[in-house]
């Protein structure tokens, strides 16, 4: 399938998805403390990296979710506001190929020069505005190469350090359900209800992971401070919605 087929399937599967799945709280979670971080309607409380505008000609806002377009020249999208001890959910949906991401606990000064070529064919094609950070990656893990290790680059993982185990994953061109918890040190990921992995930030362990990738290169990764929410764009179609978090 080329570029421009994968593109024509996601404004088809985008539009019947419908406007009617709002991004709302129910009475219960407004009581316990949630709140909305996407209208359904406006990009407000999202924003460009290191503060610049929302990036209108990369994200779209149409029937009630926030997506990828075809020009990925304004990088990934950003929460206004940082968040150190949250519950983080929300709902995502990619194409069969898909790669996309959801990152958090990320420092304004991490972008992708710090780990990428500054010359060179790489750094050409490379977005220099993609964020660096905790990953909770998203893939249409049947299209994974199986190689060795290659379940730290499926969905659930944090991405290069930690692969998911008991996974519940609905096939690209369904919803998934998405959740993160950070208290203190403490991380989860989990995936459509089953918790998939869990880490303590800071740790030795954590860290020894961190020097043997390629985030080696950024400084105090790994250790825990109040960072950005960040959508990622990998230059394939993504949709998001229902994003809600509560602090703790």
């Avoid at 421009?4 to 009617?20: F, K, T």
């Avoid at 206004?80 to 929300?90: H, Q």
């Avoid at 991401?101 to 990428?116: A, C, I, N």
């Avoid at 950070?133 to 969905?155: A, F, N, R, V």
Wanted: with cysteine; glycine share 10%; net charge negative.
């Amino acid at each position: 399938m080329t570029r421009a087929s994968i593109w024509v399937l996601a404004l088809a599967l985008c539009a019947s998805a419908g406007a009617s799945e709002l991004n709302q709280l129910t009475e219960a979670e407004a009581k316990a403390g949630w709140k909305l971080l996407f209208d359904g309607k406006t990009s407000a409380g999202w924003q460009g990296p290191k503060g610049l505008p929302f990036p209108s000609q990369t994200w779209a806002i149409e029937d009630g979710l926030i997506q990828t377009r075809t020009d990925p020249s304004g990088g990934d999208v950003w929460s206004t506001e940082r968040y150190e001890n949250f519950e983080l959910e929300l709902d995502f949906k990619i194409l069969p190929g898909g790669n996309s991401g959801v990152k958090y606990l990320v420092q304004p000064e991490w972008l992708s020069p710090h780990f990428l070529p500054t010359d060179g064919p790489v750094a050409k094609h490379h977005n220099s505005l993609s964020a660096v950070g905790p990953e909770y990656q998203i893939y249409d893990d049947p299209t994974l190469p199986k190689t060795p290790g290659w379940e730290l680059s499926s969905t659930g993982g944090f991405y290069l350090l930690y692969a998911p185990e008991n996974k519940k994953l609905h096939p690209a061109g369904e919803w998934n359900h998405l959740r993160i918890l950070v208290d203190g040190m403490h991380v989860e990921h989990w995936l459509n209800g089953a918790k998939l992995l869990q880490y303590e930030l800071g740790s030795d362990e954590l860290l020894a992971r961190v020097e043997k990738t390629k985030f080696r290169k950024v400084p105090g990764f790994g250790i825990k401070g109040p960072g950005y929410v960040v959508l990622q764009h990998h230059d394939h179609p993504a949709w998001f919605k229902n994003i809600k978090i509560r602090e703790r």
